[in-house]
Nanobody, 126 residues
Framework: QAQLVESGGGLVQAGASLRLSCALSGRTFSNYIMGWFRQAPGKEREFVAS????????YYADNVKGRFTITRDNAKKTLYLQMSSLKPEDTAVYYCAAETRLTGWPVTSWTAYDYWGQGTQVTVSS
């Protein structure tokens, strides 16, 4: 069973930057499409970004495009989300997820992902 563990969340002011990390154990990281999702209180889980198995392709939600960057280090079995120019509306619990069936590209639906981390809280104050 794969285990994903996120880290790097915290409380920052608007305009600041933050980098989230997600480490995978128990499976071959390079076989999976990886994604980041977020969920704010009272809202549905929302797609943020995804990255192909090699890292050569990335895809972003419109509301984070140009501010967030998803990357991966397959040797370290770690996924990253660099967040810049943070806004209060970015406040949410952020989850990393692994898509194991490689059903297509891009993979934006949370239902397509098989393994999930526990989430890390990001709070952006105005």
């Amino acid at each position: 069973q794969a285990q994903l563990v996120e880290s790097g969340g915290g409380l920052v002011q608007a305009g600041a930057s933050l980098r989230l990390s997600c480490a995978l154990s128990g499976r071959t990281f390079s076989n999976y499409i990886m994604g980041w999702f977020r969920q704010a209180p009272g809202k549905e889980r929302e797609f943020v970004a995804s990255i192909s198995t090699s890292g050569s392709r990335t895809y972003y939600a419109d509301n984070v495009k140009g501010r967030f960057t998803i990357t991966r280090d397959n040797a370290k079995k770690t996924l990253y989300l660099q967040m810049s120019s943070l806004k209060p509306e970015d406040t949410a619990v952020y989850y990393c997820a692994a898509e194991t069936r490689l059903t297509g590209w891009p993979v934006t639906s949370w239902t397509a992902y098989d393994y999930w981390g526990q989430g890390t809280q990001v709070t952006v104050s105005s």
